[in-house]
């Protein structure tokens, strides 16, 4: 059976790029997801309270709720601009830093061939990223998580082209900023880049002592109180963690002592996959591991933190996985998690709930490493070079035009369609006051995002 109608003809491919910008539109309008920049709200009252009205950094709260800054220190150092700008302004910077992020993300996943996937497979790619739920929370949130993962992955790309006396400097920001991209500390020293690690250890330090300079007394509350008291960053057990201690915790059993355990083996098999990853040169794996790693030992992982778990899935499509890789990014374009919302119980609950967390573990067993010179793609100078000038006759079909058209999961390969394989090396309902929650009505312990 022939599948479906590809498009062929440039006008083809902008009426089903429209169509799909349509359909992208209609599900951002309808699906709960839309967060009003809650968390951008919690980093703007932060800073002019500090600033303009000599509060302490982690005594404000969002009028009418219990949340308040969970960073560290230099994270509100480094929002201090936001101070002279009114809201507005700081929601459309915000915007547009993530916008950068995002463009700077993935022209270091899509590598060196970029330009040559087109306008096309592009306009694909964005329309399955608007549906990625870390995404789209990331966006309505105004959440930093973006802009660390761009600054996580600067030192993937110099590692990987070989400018590695220049790497570390944005982990150390990026551990600085939050505490979860200190692992990829510890994945520097398993590769045996010391310098780069040396690096990104001191530029960590150096900004957590200006944060401590600036500020003594809330550097002092955030490291000996703040940063111990998971319960100021919201409850362990609900939906959105998606986290192994979010499991436990919907299970009934948060207790530490197994929760460590976990934690255990799971960095264990981190460590070994890594290892692989940085013995074959493949630095881009070993980054995805250790983003895909961090998710899962946190205490806390709201969804919008599952950004890390881009990567996973350009690195799956580009192993010759791609409809494994869409079917999985398509289940997180979903928010089916939220069906759980209210009642976690039971094996549907226990498989449902946690679905993130499942695909998240998936990954870290299962993504290919070792695949840092992937074969050439047939769209590579040289085959285009060499190859014979197709006949008039019998026209040859440009390698973009195999794109297929809509069907289940489609949007989702897109994006491992646009940037694998490569070549070179590895590569109508209202908002919701429940933060991190859906539109259903806020429960009576919200939670803050993070």
Known sequence: MRGPTRPTTGRGRLLLVLLLVAAVTVFTATVPLLRDWFDLRVYYGTVHTWVHHGGRIYDYRVPGTEYGFTY?????V???PMALVGLHLAIAASLLLNLAALAFVLRILAGPGWRRWGWYRWALALCGLALFEPLRDTFSFGQVNLILLALVLADCCLLRSGRGRWAGIGTGLAAAVKLTPALFILMLLIGRRWRAAGVATAVALAATGLAAWADPRASRFYWTQALWDTGRVGRLDYVSNQSLQGVLARLGHPDKPLWAILVLLTLAVWAWRTRKAVAAGDWTAAFALTG???CLVSP?????????VLPSFVLLARAGHPRIAGTLYAVMCTSVVWLWFDDASGIDGFLGSN???WIT??????LPVGQSRPARSPLSRTARVTAPAPSTANPVTRAVSHQSAPSPGAVAAAIGTVLGPGRGRGLGRRPSSEPTGSTRPAASKPQSSS
Do not use: E, K, R, S
């Open 72 to 76: 560290p220190p230099f994270a509100a």
């Open 78 to 80: 480094g929002m201090l």
């Open 292 to 294: 895909l790693a961090a």
């Open 300 to 308: 806390i992982t709201w969804v919008h933190h599952l950004v890390w």
């Open 355 to 357: 679905i993130y967390t």
């Open 361 to 366: 573990l998936g990954l870290l067993l299962g």
